[in-house]
């Protein structure tokens, strides 16, 4: 007996979908694990964990904070770059701030829950505690010294032409100073929490200041990954570190650079992406050699 051609159809998509729930929901995924298994790959499908003494201390794959208990960097160790990913390398909350270039306007509300930092507040306060923790200038172009982003809202007569009428360091609250005293010659007032000078008409003016072009603080200690989950640093923030963790631990100069030099990787294939050094390897090292006093 001959069955109808809709009924055949189903018959034969129906077989479709069981062999391929077969081959792909149970045979592919199988032959992967039992690959995952071989010497050699077993280490990183399993995550690349670091163990330290029986104990695993971390991925060589995620990134990690060195900080105490209050959040303040352990001043022997080699920190991280910073991390958008939750409170600070989340794998579960990956993630970058989403904040671009023309963030440069603080939040200051009244609550100061509700209040938020531009993306370039946080580099310049980076960029400060970074400096002051390492013993160099964390002074960058476009920042205040006291680590917020220099941007004044400039009111002028006839909106964005005119004579200025008003100047606010929209970034700068009491009891701070403005970083300018004035502009064109117009005081230069604080900003009020709660006030939205950009709306109120007034023109976003970022001020360069006289930092160097170059700061001494490079780009990956002041900035986020767009995952949140680097496990590695620059070897210029590596380099910049050196100096720290040697005083701290009482170790030779040279032998802590040699140890950077150990866990820096270059580019992949020798052209993709830049070198890098991985920071949890690295003060696992550190450790080892030259333990805490």
Known sequence: MRLPTWLAQHLAALRAVLVFTVLLG??????????????????????????????????ALIGQSFTDADGNPIPRYFQSRPSAAGDGYDPTSTSASNLGPESVVDTIATDPEESSESLLTQVCGRSKSVGELNGVDGARPFCTADGVGAVLAVFRADGLTGPVTRVV???????????????????????????????AGGVVTPIRGNAPADPAVPADAVTASGSGLDPQISPAYAELQVNRVARERGADLEAVRWLVAEHTTGRGLGFLGEPGVNVLELNIALDEQFPPR
Request: overall charge negative.
């Open 26 to 59: 149970l045979v592919y995924p199988l032959a992967l694990v039992a690959l995952g298994q071989l010497p050699g790959l077993n280490h990183k499908v399993d995550g690349s964990l670091i163990t330290v003494g029986g104990n695993t201390v971390g991925s």
């Open 169 to 199: 360091s929209v970034n700068q609250t009491a009891p701070a100073t403005p970083f300018v005293p004035s502009y064109q010659g117009v005081p230069v007032e604080l900003a009020q929490p709660g006030e939205d000078y950009v709306a």
